[in-house]
């Protein structure tokens, strides 16, 4: 029997095999928005790697990145793959932050229909997948879509 | 520079139940190696995607080799996502000019069909950022989605402008002998197929099948001693890689690694982008060959779609693009996608390529790109 036979069929729930160690090690940027600054260029990105993605500087900070931003382009997938069967037509999207950096996530709290580019949303954590066997959450980013509060509106 | 290509084979590709990988491997490059004459080669070098995912098979350089009859010489796999195919030529062409071999026979080789879809699309999804793309259910197709509905409304371009490009893969596609899909379609018929990941519609994308390309690469030396020399050489050989994750691109409607290799490519064959009398480039998506076209510098930005749409690059135009059908018609069995645009360039050139013709074609490109544009291979062909 194959790896993906045994994988399959736990309710459909996911295909994925997910690590404990690989869900701590990327908790913070995954809960926390974390992305990076480089020192030398100035520019941020998101996920955070190693060396800047714009210049190649390797000095670069951890930055806490704006959880508001605006859909810069948006797809709704049909044909989904193992572990989102449940959850389609699964909505993805490239959200421009407030501060410029771009972050793929999927759009939750929203019919596919009602999504446009240029829309504004939130950034929220939500349950994104289960992994088969063990039963291991992997929690993640979503977007919402942002109620701008009225000017002049209390907080 | 120049390292000959002294034989070809190709497998038709499509759902082939009844082969496995060893199979497709060995028709595709006992073809080649009759094809040459009967050359052994020195070394093999395999073009894969998905044996580790979906087959349970690692050590594929001696897996293939050995099992095709060919034990006792240096095999490896090369693996570039949907790119593996021109990343395993690039590998053999460096190994001959290399001077480490004097032939080396590249395999491109994938077989996809054993599983059922969703279970494909997540293995060919780990050719995007496993921790923050996969992880969020972001298909390879969905990834593409998201270039392509940037591109069409940054430039205003149509549903049906885009739908010019299937079409005309279907019909170069319907007299390729090797071609999985060998039927025209039609613009209203993309316009009603199936939404896989809006706005990607079933026909704009490549089908999943099964096959195998080979070519047999011989050196400067080697193609001297043989009976009559190879008449089509490699004669410039580019790479480039970009970011993996989409999220740090500059834009989303360019892909610098295609524009990069292209220019190594060219400039190491002393070739210009309007010299070209044939290229095979990768159109996994319909957008992927409308941003291709214009990293080539063969259209103007935003506009490629629609030159497509006005006849530009069909059968006779300069140059004819993807007269094999592309990855749309003729097929993309990933990992041996690459080596079948090689062989299909090769063949043009050398006049026998079986179905859509670029008569008295000189010179010719072969463009494979692995992941939504982070690896690209090019390579150019002459008549020599």
């Known amino acids: ?155 | 520079m120049r390292v000959y290509v002294a034989g070809v084979g190709l497998t038709r590709i499509g759902r082939l139940f009844d082969k496995g990988i060893l199979d497709l491997a060995a028709e595709a490059a006992w073809k080649a190696i009759d094809d040459s004459g009967g050359i052994i080669p020195d070394a093999v070098v395999v073009g894969n995607m998905l044996s580790s995912s979906l087959q349970s098979q690692d050590n594929l350089g001696a897996y293939v080799a050995a099992g095709i009859g060919l034990r006792g010489r240096p095999a490896f796999k090369v693996e570039a996502a949907c790119g593996s195919g021109g990343a395993a030529i690039y590998t053999g062409v460096s190994l001959i000019a290399s001077g480490l071999a004097g032939s080396v026979l590249v395999v491109g080789v994938e077989k996809m069909t054993d599983f059922p879809n969703a279970v494909v699309t997540e293995a060919l999804a780990q050719a995007a950022d496993s921790e923050y793309e996969l992880f969020y259910g972001a298909t390879f197709v969905g990834l593409n989605a998201l270039m392509m509905r940037y591109y069409m409304e940054k430039y205003g371009v149509s549903r049906d402008e885009m739908s010019a490009w299937p079409v005309l893969m279907h019909r170069n596609g319907a007299v390729n002998p090797y071609a999985q899909i060998r039927r025209e379609i039609t613009i209203e018929d993309v316009a009603r197929s199936q939404v896989v990941a809006d706005p990607i519609r079933l026909l704009d994308s490549s089908p999943i099948g099964d096959g195998a390309a080979a070519v047999l690469l011989v050196s400067e030396e080697v193609a001297k001693s043989l009976p009559e020399k190879p008449p089509v050489a490699i004669t410039g050989a580019g790479m480039s890689v970009d970011t993996v994750e989409l999220s740090n691109r500059e834009t989303l409607d360019r892909i610098p690694a295609a524009a990069e290799a292209a220019r190594k490519a060219l400039e190491m064959a002393g070739v210009r982008p309007e010299e070209l009398d044939v290229v095979e480039i990768h159109d996994a998506f319909t957008i992927n060959a409308v941003l291709l076209l214009e990293e080539l510098g063969l259209a103007p930005r935003g506009k490629a779609a629609r030159l497509v749409a006005e006849g530009k690059f069909h059968p006779g135009d300069k140059p004819t693009a993807n007269p094999s059908g592309g990855l749309k018609s003729r097929g993309h069995p990933v990992g041996a996608t690459g080596v079948y645009q090689v062989v299909e360039v090769a063949m043009q050139l050398r006049g026998d390529f079986p179905g859509v013709k670029v008569p008295g074609a000189e010179k010719g490109l072969a463009l494979n790109m692995g992941g939504d544009g982070s690896t690209v291979t090019v390579h150019i062909l002459s008549r020599v």
């Open chain 1, 1 to 155: 029997m194959t790896e993906h036979q045994t994988r399959r069929g736990e309710g459909g729930v996911s295909a994925m095999r997910l690590s404990p160690a690989m869900l701590w090690r990327t908790r913070i940027p995954r809960y926390r928005l974390v992305g990076r600054e480089c020192l030398e260029c100035g520019r941020r990105h998101y996920p955070p790697r190693p060396v800047c993605p714009h210049c190649g500087s390797r000095r670069l900070r951890d930055v806490v990145l704006p959880r508001t931003g605006t859909v810069e382009t948006y797809t709704v997938i049909y044909t989904v793959m193992e572990g989102f069967r449940d959850r389609a037509p699964h909505v993805i999207a490239l959200v421009r932050l407030d501060d410029g950096t771009r972050v793929l996530a999927p759009l939750t709290d929203v019919d596919p229909s009602g999504v446009s580019t240029g829309m504004r949303v939130e950034a929220t954590l939500r349950r994104i997948r289960v992994d088969g066997d063990t039963g291991l959450i992997g929690y993640g980013l979503s977007f919402r879509p942002l109620m701008e509060p009225r000017q002049g509106a209390s907080k």
